[in-house]
């Protein structure tokens, strides 16, 4: 499974920005697609994961401003940003996990993308 994301960009405080994540080759069903984010100097954090059921979870600082979502083929997923703050400068990476009953999950990563968000 390979990871492309795109989407970031420069956008004022206010502003509105949608990511997205493309997967190319087969995807396990069970699986947690999600995104992560790593601002300069600071350590990659937790954004947020949709689940293969559909069910979403996400970090404090951005419930209720950030949506993730998938396309109906469950192939790619999506990271809607909306009353973006400075603080939510950084790359954006996406992550697909796949979740196995017999082995070990697998784990792919994007190559990111910098969402800068400007005061």
């Known amino acids: 499974v ?24 087969i995807i396990y069903s ?3 697609m999600g995104w992560y984010r790593q601002a300069p100097g600071k350590q ?5 994961t949709i689940t293969s059921y559909g069910g979403t979870d996400y970090a404090d600082s951005v419930e209720g401003r950030f949506t993730i979502s998938t396309n109906n083929a469950k192939n790619t997923v999506y990271l809607q940003m909306n009353s973006l703050k400075p603080e939510d400068t950084a790359v954006y990476y ?3 996990m796949e979740l196995f009953r017999d082995r070990r999950p697998s784990d792919y990563w994007g190559q ?4 800068t968000v400007s005061s």
């Open 30 to 32: 069970i699986n947690v």
């Open 112 to 115: 990111g993308t910098q969402v």
């Open 44 to 48: 990659r954090e937790y954004v947020g």
């Open 2 to 25: 390979q990871l492309q994301a795109s989407g970031g960009g420069l956008v004022q405080a206010g502003g509105s920005l949608r990511l997205s994540c493309a997967a190319s080759g």
């Open 94 to 96: 996406c992550n697909v």
